[in-house]
């Protein structure tokens, strides 16, 4: 088992920046990507950033390209999405989920088996 605890989230002005953090414990080495992923009232969950973590490899939805960034520290075994310029539109509840995938699958929901209680982001015109 792989436990998740996000922080970080808050409700700021559109334009803002808030970081998330998610921190990992438990049987970790079973897992080889964190992901971040949000699901907005009404809508889908929707995959935002994930990174494998043994190489660094990130990748971003091409809605938050250029504006998040998701990183991940190996010794505290934290994973964190700075969020830049953010928009009403980003405005949902964001979950930290970790599992294993391949390059191509990195933002799939299906490769993910552990998932965090969400924090909710809250982005005002």
């Known amino acids: 088992q792989v436990q998740m605890v996000e922080s970080g989230g808050g409700s700021v002005q559109a334009g803002g920046s808030l970081r998330l953090s998610c921190a990992a414990s438990g049987y970790t080495s079973s897992t080889n990507c964190m992901g971040w992923f949000r699901q907005a009232p009404g809508k889908e969950r929707e995959g935002v950033a994930a990174?494998?973590?043994?190489?660094?490899?990130?990748k971003h939805a091409e809605s938050v390209k250029g504006r998040f960034t998701i990183s991940h520290d190996n010794a505290k075994n934290t994973t964190y999405l700075q969020m830049n310029s953010l928009k009403p539109e980003d405005t949902a509840m964001y979950y930290c989920?970790?599992?294993?995938?391949?390059?191509?699958?990195?933002?799939?929901?299906?490769?993910?088996?552990?998932w965090g209680q969400g924090t909710q982001v809250t982005v005002s015109s």
């Open positions: 989920a970790a599992g294993r995938c391949t390059v191509t699958t990195m933002i799939n929901i299906g490769a993910y088996s552990y």
């Open positions: 990174i494998y973590t043994r190489y660094g490899i990130t």
